[in-house]
């Protein structure tokens, strides 16, 4: 059983499209992050929600919009794809915030064209 | 604003060798630091995670240092593999957020 798992693995699409990324964790963790990996691999945080309530919302341009249904998903929803928003996005999850480890997902490479 | 360095951002090591990799960060009022290990293609693998309290933490041939008031941290690697090539991530939880500043990596190929 894959503990945090997100799809689709690969996404490419033209520029102006709308698409989204789903990400499920099965670990009964109460939080749940997005993270962007660019081109030079430098990971960082994007939107964070504890409990289906958003807590973190790095500078993301407002295309970018998250949901949490519940606890167990929050996928990524992108409008008007540039292509700067070319990267690998990793869903993540802890059991609390501050102190624990995190699991992530394997990631979604996404091309925008 | 809270900004993690590794280095070196590449090293390459025979079999066997013992290896340290480096990690600093600017600010020390942290919760915790985490070593993770990403595979190409794949999701990152948390190794160890240190808490602010603790001084190290060690898992197998892994051994992470944690010094707060100098801003460090160091991963040892006793005894390399091939297996250990990947590339090995420090990350830091500060007290101010909940999510990790992760530094860029360092990609460590250990050559049979």
């Known amino acids: 059983d894959t503990a945090v798992s997100q799809t689709p693995k690969y996404l490419v699409t033209q520029m102006g499209n709308d698409k989204s990324i789903k990400c499920e964790q099965n670990?009964?963790?109460?939080?749940m992050y997005w993270y962007k990996q660019d081109s030079k691999k430098f990971l960082k945080i994007m939107f964070s929600?504890?409990?289906?309530?958003?807590?973190i919302n790095e500078t993301v341009p407002n295309r970018f919009s998250p949901k949490s249904p519940d606890k167990a998903h929050l996928n990524l929803h992108i409008n008007s794809l540039e292509l700067g928003d070319s990267a690998v996005y990793f869903c993540?999850?802890?059991?609390?915030?501050?102190?624990?480890?995190?699991?992530f997902g394997s990631g979604t490479q996404l091309s925008v064209l | 604003k809270q900004e993690v360095t590794q280095i070196p951002a590449a090293l390459s090591v025979p079999e066997g060798e013992n290896l340290v990799l480096n990690c600093s960060f600017t600010?020390?009022?942290?919760?915790?630091l985490q070593w993770f290990r990403q595979d190409p293609g794949k999701g990152l693998t948390s190794l160890l995670l240190?808490?602010?309290?603790?001084r190290e933490q060690t898992s197998g041939r892994l051994n992470a240092s944690l010094d707060k008031s100098s801003g460090r941290s160091t991963l040892y690697i006793a005894a390399s593999q091939p297996g250990d090539s990947a590339t090995y991530l420090c990350?830091?939880?500060?007290?101010?957020?909940?999510?990790?500043?992760f530094g860029k990596g360092t990609s460590l190929l250990v050559t049979p």
């Open positions: 993540a999850s802890s059991l609390g915030t501050a102190n624990e480890k995190l699991f």
């Open positions: 670990l009964g963790h109460d939080t």
């Open positions: 929600y504890n409990n289906k309530e958003l807590i």
């Open positions: 600010d020390s009022a942290i919760y915790n």
């Open positions: 240190i808490q602010s309290s603790q």
């Open positions: 990350a830091v939880n500060s007290n101010s957020g909940y999510a990790l500043n």
